[in-house]
């Protein structure tokens, strides 16, 4: 089956400065990655995704790049706010015979501090 | 509201007693996911259920728990006697039937589940 690894486990950053969260997929059926943030508390939210047609998608301070090549995705966020502080789980997807069922990475709790 | 709703958000067993999670997936979604989350890990799919089918249980433990998602009325994840190891946090999502983005999940707020 598949197997995602997340790096790192814990990321503390500056405001303003940049954050990156690296993700590695073993399946090379996958096809479908999305990335999530979870509020404490909370459960998680889509904040950006990307299909394996593509190699990179920005939505405003958050961009994903996916190389299908290495296996690897990454989540990028710029500017950084204390707001951003949160965990961020990455998840890949492999789409066949109508079933969607994601393995998540174990998660990256991203600290922003003021 | 069209989000995903899950109640109740909080729940309290002692060992033995049934647990009954409940989702009711976003308007226009007809597929829905149950996943588990223990204190600082990731989502473990449990159960992948469209109306009145379970389509994927590969992640439920075999005895004690059970899903269903009725015609009318929300999915229940149902956990009978459970145990200290059973506490975590159960969230349920959901997928649209038919469309561009079939495969994009959306999650509701959780449930709480510990046992005493």
């Known amino acids: 089956g598949e197997n995602v690894e997340q790096h790192p486990s814990t990321l503390s950053v500056q405001e303003g400065d940049s954050a990156v969260i690296k993700c590695t997929y073993s399946d090379s059926a996958s096809n479908y990655f999305p990335w999530y943030k979870q509020e404490l508390g909370k459960g998680p939210q889509l904040i950006i995704d990307i299909r394996s047609n593509v190699g990179e998608k920005k939505d405003q301070r958050i961009a994903v790049t996916l190389n299908k090549t290495a296996k690897h995705f990454s989540l990028h966020i710029t500017e950084t706010q204390p707001e951003d502080s949160a965990v961020y789980f990455c998840a890949a997807i492999t789409t066949r015979g109508g079933s969607y069922i994601p393995t998540f990475g174990r998660g990256t709790s991203l600290i922003v501090h003021p | 509201n069209a989000g995903v709703m899950q109640n109740p958000r909080h729940l309290v067993r002692r060992r033995g007693q049934e647990a009954r999670l409940r989702c009711s997936p976003m308007k226009g979604h007809s597929h829905v996911y149950w996943y588990r989350q223990l204190p600082e890990e990731g989502l473990k799919f449990m159960v992948y259920?469209?109306?009145?089918?379970?389509?994927?249980e590969s992640g439920m433990p075999k005895e004690r728990f059970s899903a269903e998602f009725p015609k009318e009325g929300p999915s229940i994840l149902r956990i009978q006697q459970v145990v200290r190891g059973d506490s975590a946090a159960y969230f349920c999502?959901?997928?649209?039937?038919?469309?561009?983005?079939?495969?994009?999940?959306?999650f509701g707020p959780g449930t709480r589940l510990t046992v005493l």
């Open positions: 999502a959901s997928s649209a039937l038919a469309g561009v983005r079939t495969d994009t999940q959306y």
């Open positions: 259920l469209q109306k009145e089918n379970i389509i994927d």
